[in-house]
């Protein structure tokens, strides 16, 4: 079992920034393939990025060069860095592990969930 945990939302004016940890108890994160996804209210839930446990990261096209995921495997904590954030990315933030090193952007790929973090983002 993985537990996540994720911190650091709140309310943000457009065009500020977040840093969102993700911090995993019961094993180590550089096993497994993490993902950060967003829900808004009403819709579903959307892949932003992921990271593999080579290193390899991967994120949402509308999000490309705005955020960045991380892992300090140390504190074995993955990061979501957001700048120049946008109201529309107002959100439940959710981070999540996957079975193993690698996984798709898909959310049925991932097996242990965070409660997730409310990000507003006001215009």
């Known amino acids: 079992q993985v537990q996540l945990v994720e911190s650091g939302g709140g309310l943000v004016q457009a065009g500020g920034s977040l840093r969102l940890p993700c911090a995993a108890s019961?094993?180590?994160?550089?096993?497994?393939?993490i993902g950060w996804f967003r829900q808004a209210p009403g819709k579903e839930r959307e892949f932003v990025a992921l990271?593999?446990?080579?290193?390899?990261?991967y994120h949402a096209d509308s999000e490309k060069g705005r955020f960045t995921i991380s892992r300090d495997n140390a504190k074995n904590t993955v990061y979501l860095r957001m700048n120049r954030l946008k109201p529309e990315e107002t959100g439940v933030y959710y981070c999540?592990?996957?079975?193993?090193?690698?996984?798709?952007?898909?959310?049925?790929?991932?097996?242990?969930w965070g409660q997730g973090t409310q990000v507003t983002v006001s215009s």
């Open positions: 999540a592990a996957g079975r193993g090193p690698f996984a798709s952007s898909s959310a049925r790929e991932y097996d242990y």
């Open positions: 019961g094993r180590t994160l550089s096993n497994h393939a």
């Open positions: 990271s593999w446990s080579d290193g390899t990261t």
